[in-house]
């Protein structure tokens, strides 16, 4: 499998986009500071994800995702509670 992901920094919010055929590793190495694209928004939380049978796939969405605001607009729009802290009370 090949998989999509989006991380949310949780020291700034900021969110990142990454696309791998072994998640739960690339994950480990964007918290341990491994890629410098994410090395200053540590420690970041696994927020979506998709799945691929296809590298190429998967490689095609994660440029979608990247390049092309309609499609994070959509995206953003399924995510807005996760995206979203929510208040405690």
């Known amino acids: 499998m090949y998989y999509v992901y989006v991380l949310k920094s949780q020291k700034h919010g900021h969110l990142y986009f990454g ?6 590793q690339r994950f480990k190495e964007h918290n341990r500071g491994k890629n ?8 970041w939380s696994l927020i979506y994800y998709e799945a ?4 190429d796939d998967s490689k095609a969405r994660e440029k979608q995702l990247k390049n092309y605001g309609s499609a994070f607009g ?3 729009k399924r995510l807005k509670n996760s995206l979203t802290p929510k208040e405690r009370g």
């Open 19 to 24: 696309s791998s055929g072994d998640l739960t």
């Open 74 to 76: 959509f995206l953003k």
């Open 36 to 43: 410098i694209s994410t090395k200053s928004g540590i420690p």
């Open 52 to 55: 691929y049978l296809s590298e």
